[in-house]
Structure formats: C-alpha cells, structure tokens
C-alpha cells in the first residue's frame, strides 16, 4: 500500500501514540500563549501557561489520549522544570547588593507567606471533609512545583495530585496577584514581586519577569527562599503533627 492509501484513521492512531505528538502539543499550545499574551498587552487573564494547559486539556478530552500516553511525550519538557527553577539564581546574583540590606524582612514574608498558605488551604479541605491524601498534598503544594513533588514523596502525599495543586496555585497567584496587590495598594517593584514568587511560585515569577526586572528579581528570590525552607520545615511539621495524634 503507497503512503498516500494509507488511512487518516491510522495515520491518527500512530500520531496520538507517539511521544512527537505529546511535545508538539505541548509546545505549539505554549507558544500560541505567548502570543495572545503578547497581543493582549501582557494582561494578566491572558495567562500563557492557563492558554497551554486549557488547549492541552482539551484536546485530550476530545482525542481520548491517556495522561500516561501525553506524559511519555510531555517527561522532556518536565525534565526542565528543575532546570529552569535553578537557573533563576542568575536574576537573584545580579540584584544581590539590592537584596542584602531586607533580608531579614523578607525571611519573615516568607514564613509569614508559607503559614498563611498551608492553614488557609488545610483549613478549606477539613471544612469540606476532604480525604487525607489532599491535605498532605496540600501541605507540600505550598512551594514551587519540583520541590513540592519531592516533599510530597518525603511526606507519603501523591506527588501527581501535589503538582496539580501547586501548578493551580501558581496560576490563579499569576492571574489575580495584580489586582490582589493593586487593591491592597502594594506597589514597590520589589515588594510585588517577592508577594508573587512566595504566593505563586514558578508561574508567578515569569509574570514578575515579563513585567518588571526588579519585580522578576525578587519573585526568584521569594520563590526559592520559599522552597528551601519549605523543603527543610514542612517533613518536619508532619512528623510532628502525627506525632500529636
């Protein structure tokens, strides 16, 4: 049979089981992103990673493609996920004379930050009776993603359900920190930024970097003070709250 009478159906078949056909996906979705981002004016609702994940979700749903099958694909990316969460100690070295003088305020943001969100969303779960596997998750989605995954197997949570819930968080931080802050007259560079790298980790951070350098400075910051004192105190918060029971 020449390859032009091959079926569409089959050709489909072969595309949607291939790993190529995960990381086009993936990619093509976040570039179109970018692009209405740009187009928007950079507005904050016009989110590149929400645009990514609605046009991946959908067309999984429509497609029937098994997360598993996507994720084959997708790894590649995920694999730069720690990269890129380390490379952003470039943006903290070149504004560290900047950084030196408010350490210790920002060391209390940051504890401030992580209490505020481990007791608001535990608080919210144990309201709504949820099972213990979500407050685990819950406790470690408090940080960046790829430390939250690694707390989560430290603490016996899911390391899927505390990515989701991590990459949510950071979303809707991204989308609504403007007006957060805006209403709570917040506007230093600085101060911004820092709010947005504790609250909204990795996604959070690219917004601070594609709206102001300084802010983009202290989100790398505040994200990843964040996650090394998460990844230091929440295993510890655990034991001891089991300890308790």
Do not use: C
């Amino acid at each position: 049979m020449r390859p032009d009478q091959v079926p569409i159906v089959e050709i489909w078949v072969y595309l949607s089981g291939s790993p190529l056909f995960a990381l086009t996906l993936t990619l093509a979705a976040y570039s179109f992103g970018v692009y209405v981002y740009e187009r928007s004016g950079k507005h904050p609702m016009a989110n590149p990673v929400l645009i990514a994940l609605l046009i991946v979700t959908a067309t999984l749903v429509a497609t029937e493609i098994p997360y598993r099958t996507y994720f084959e694909g997708a790894q590649f990316v995920h694999f730069l996920l720690g990269t890129g969460t380390v490379a952003l100690a470039v943006p903290i070295y070149a504004g560290w004379r900047s950084l030196r003088g408010r350490f210790g305020v920002l060391m209390l943001a940051v504890l401030a930050g992580g209490v505020t969100s481990i007791t608001t969303g535990v608080a919210v779960l144990s309201l709504l009776d949820a099972d213990q596997s979500f407050l685990l998750a819950i406790y470690a989605k408090s940080v960046t993603a790829p430390i939250a995954m690694g707390i989560a197997e430290r603490i016996q949570a899911s390391p899927t359900l505390t990515a989701v819930f991590a990459v949510t968080t950071g979303i809707l931080g991204a989308v609504l920190g403007r007006f957060i802050l805006n209403a709570a007259r917040v506007s230093a560079w600085w101060q911004r930024g820092f709010a947005l790298g504790v609250a909204s980790h990795g996604i959070g951070t690219s917004r601070a970097m594609s709206v102001h350098p300084v802010a983009g400075a202290y989100a790398s910051l505040g994200m990843g003070l964040h996650g090394i004192t998460g990844a230091v105190l929440i295993p510890m918060l655990i034991q001891a709250l089991m300890l308790f029971r």
